[in-house]
């Protein structure tokens, strides 16, 4: 070696110290999420990935294409531990990447608008996107493919959904309704004039994943954010994330026009009120050019709207879309309402109330329905309205942060609840009509799309509280961009490219999370019991029957009485089942071939009647409520077997997690076994042992826990 190749050398050396290239910080704080681009330990995938890597190549470009080279060169330098310029013009070179978006790569008719194709020849490397965006994602789906140590191969990725969007529910006082992971990551009182670095890793995550929206504050909104002091602080996050492809959005305050204009009624059909919010909304645009639109709860949960002036949901969505109309943006309208109705079944509530409106929202509107009926269940049979409104296009609404899944401290990896819900046949066009295609238009022909997460994120360090809820904001911005993948392939991807990729260690995580969903179901709400009561919406109170409305109560969901358990919703009930278009309804009326997992959703089913797995109602919850809390020591011992394989802070924190989780699954357990026992008057079957504690000792451990 030459003097000057040795200085070189030493040159390259010392940058990549520097920086930190390839080096796994010493603790893994988890801040990094899946984009963490640790050294590839194997030298010949190193080598081999490192032959189409000398260059990036950006001809043409943009922020948007800037970010993408960028990030590209970050990942690959960290990746290979080796250092990449970003050139502009390859001439006759090969062994490079090439960002572009023109060529025959990036006009096919084979890529959407943000879809990209990888092309590879010569040892170089075409990212090619149809747009910018497009352009962007084809970066991270390069990066992917190494993080994952899968050979380069041509791949084509065209997004399913239009509006891919996390909700955050964060609230100006920096808290976060339903967060669990610290307080809200928007850092209101600095803004507009600092910028904590942080907001760009948050766009980068989401653009890793193809995520391209964003509402920033609470569907419980407060009027603040619609003042020109919060739309200056909101147009700041705007332009940080606007170099990764992503639109921020707002939820608003129905009754804004009154308690900020000043005016004496928000009736969206009074003329003042339609000039306040045409105003209201131009201004937002001149703050921000290139904002995504409006999300709105109302009538909901005491929460102002149309029908606060004898109108409709239609006749105030139309009115905002009105406002909207000489821009971009979209109007995502909830369909989370429910009444303080005695007799009525809350299930029914969004079913009745919106169906009546089917074809008379404004093109503009997007109705954005919740997964299952009622909220969030940890299971939930599928929405009916997905069946029953082929003239407006709908959003599906998932909740990522587990508000009834344990918290952060719960391990429940979500992506089969999300894709139990979009796999699920609605019937509303025959055989095949998926909530997927409904969702993705493909069934009704809208273009119009969108898909909306409700957010995990919080200023924890490691953003998501639980380490493996990571997992959850990942499978949730996989299934927005192709929900035909698999949970268990996105927990393969995420698990490669964040914890191991050490083979047998790396299996036994993916299997641990594939399992968690049903653990915890079973010794949370077996059966089809739901659990959606007032309050923390954690702590196991199933005999809570006391509040302001019934549907506020346990009693109301569960019906639990010297007969049976579960909510009558067939014809001799409330008769919700006939809100299901008559393929599904056949199945679920019986309770002989409606699935187990759905049964007391919709049967009241007698303790002693036998059911498919040949064990008594009674029998079968014990053996759910005892087998689920003792999976949760399965899920301990598979976790101490992989310690060598992962990252040890990251392994410690996981670990004491779920010790936390088996105590808690013992109290669920505990709780819902004596009380139902009250009325089922059976023993608990062998093998299983009577809970140690009376049911007094855990009503008093439940009280404890809900002293404020
Ligand atoms: C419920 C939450 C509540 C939300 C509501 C909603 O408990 O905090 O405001 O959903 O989605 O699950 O509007």
Request: glycine share 8%; net charge neutral; with cysteine.
């Amino acid at each position: 070696m030459n003097y000057n190749r040795i200085g070189g050398y030493i040159t390259i050396c010392l940058v990549l110290a520097l920086s930190g290239f390839g080096q796994t910080p010493a603790t893994d704080d988890g801040y990094r999420l899946w984009l963490n681009y640790d050294l590839i330990q194997d030298a010949a995938k190193r080598q081999a990935y490192t032959r189409s890597a000398q260059f990036i190549a950006l001809p043409k470009t943009s922020p948007v294409l800037k970010s993408a080279a960028e990030e590209l060169q970050t990942g690959l330098q960290s990746l290979l531990g080796k250092s990449i310029p970003i050139i502009t013009n390859a001439g006759n070179r090969t062994g490079g990447i090439v960002l572009t978006t023109s060529g025959p790569a990036a006009n096919s008719p084979a890529l959407a608008k943000e879809g990209y194709r990888i092309t590879t020849s010569n040892n170089t490397i075409t990212v090619a996107g149809q747009s910018d965006a497009g352009a962007l994602y084809g970066a991270f789906a390069l990066l992917r493919q190494l993080q994952t140590l899968q050979p380069i191969a041509a791949q084509t990725g065209n997004p399913n959904v239009q509006l891919r969007m996390l909700n955050h529910w964060d609230n100006v006082d920096g808290s976060v309704e339903r967060g669990y992971a610290g307080q809200s990551l928007w850092k209101w009182y600095e803004l507009p004039e600092r910028v904590d670095p942080r907001y760009r890793d948050y766009a980068r995550a989401n653009a890793s994943l193809g995520i391209n929206g964003t509402v920033v504050n609470n569907v419980n909104a407060s009027a603040r954010f619609m003042t020109a002091e919060y739309l200056h602080k909101v147009a700041a996050l705007a332009d940080v994330f606007r170099p990764y492809g992503i639109k921020v959005y707002l939820s608003v305050y129905f009754a804004a026009p009154k308690t900020l204009g000043g005016l004496k009624t928000s009736d969206p059909l009074d003329p003042q009120v339609r000039r306040w919010w045409a105003d209201k909304v131009k201004e937002i645009y001149q703050t921000i050019p290139d904002f995504g639109g409006l999300l709105v709860k109302a009538n909901s949960e005491g929460e102002p709207g149309p029908q606060d002036y004898g109108r409709t949901h239609a006749d105030g969505a139309n009115m905002l879309a009105e406002a909207m109309k000489p821009y971009d943006g979209v109007i995502i309208w909830r369909a989370f309402v429910y009444k303080a109705d005695p007799n009525a079944d809350r299930f029914k509530a969004a079913h009745e109330e919106f169906t009546p409106l089917d074809g008379q929202f404004d093109k503009k509107v997007i109705v954005q329905v919740k997964n299952g009926p009622i909220d969030f269940q940890p299971r939930e049979p599928f929405s009916p309205l997905f069946g029953n409104m082929p003239k407006t296009p709908l959003g599906v609404e998932f909740q990522i942060t587990q508000e009834y899944l344990g918290f952060a401290t719960h391990l429940v990896y979500e992506a089969p609840l999300f894709k139990e819900c979009l796999d699920a046949d609605t019937y509303v066009n025959g055989k095949g009509s998926t909530v997927a295609r409904v969702v993705d238009g493909s069934l009704h022909n809208y273009a119009r799309t969108l898909m909306a997460g409700v957010a995990n994120a919080g200023s924890a360090r490691n953003w998501t509280g639980h380490p493996m809820a990571q997992a959850n904001w990942y499978a949730f911005g996989r299934l927005a961009w192709d929900h035909s993948l698999s949970s268990e392939a996105i927990a393969r991807e995420w698990v490669a490219m964040t914890l191991t990729h050490e083979p047998q260690a790396a299996n036994r995580i993916v299997n641990l999370m594939l399992k968690s969903r049903d653990i915890y179901v079973d010794y949370n709400t077996p059966i089809g019991l739901s659990r959606p009561w007032s309050g923390v919406h954690f702590a196991p109170e199933p005999w809570q029957n006391r509040s302001s409305r019934p549907d506020w109560t346990a009693v109301y969901y569960h019906r639990a009485d010297s007969i049976g358990l579960g909510f009558d919703r067939t014809a001799t009930g409330s008769n919700a089942l006939a809100q299901y278009r008559p393929e599904v309804c056949r199945q679920w009326e019986d309770p002989k071939t409606c699935p187990l997992p759905y049964l007391l959703w919709f049967h009241h089913v007698p303790w002693t009647r036998k059911l498919s797995t040949g064990r008594s109602l009674w029998d079968e919850l014990c053996t759910r409520f005892y087998t689920g809390a003792d999976s949760v020591r399965w899920m301990q011992q598979e976790w101490a077997q992989v310690k060598s394989a992962v990252n040890p802070a990251l392994h410690d924190d996981v670990s004491a997690r779920l010790a936390t989780q088996q105590r808690e699954a013992i109290w669920w357990r505990d709780a819902w076994v004596l009380y139902l026992q009250e009325y089922a008057k059976q023993p608990i079957p062998a093998p299983f042992k009577k809970p140690e504690r009376t049911l007094d000792e855990v009503k008093q451990s439940v009280n404890t826990y809900l002293l404020r």
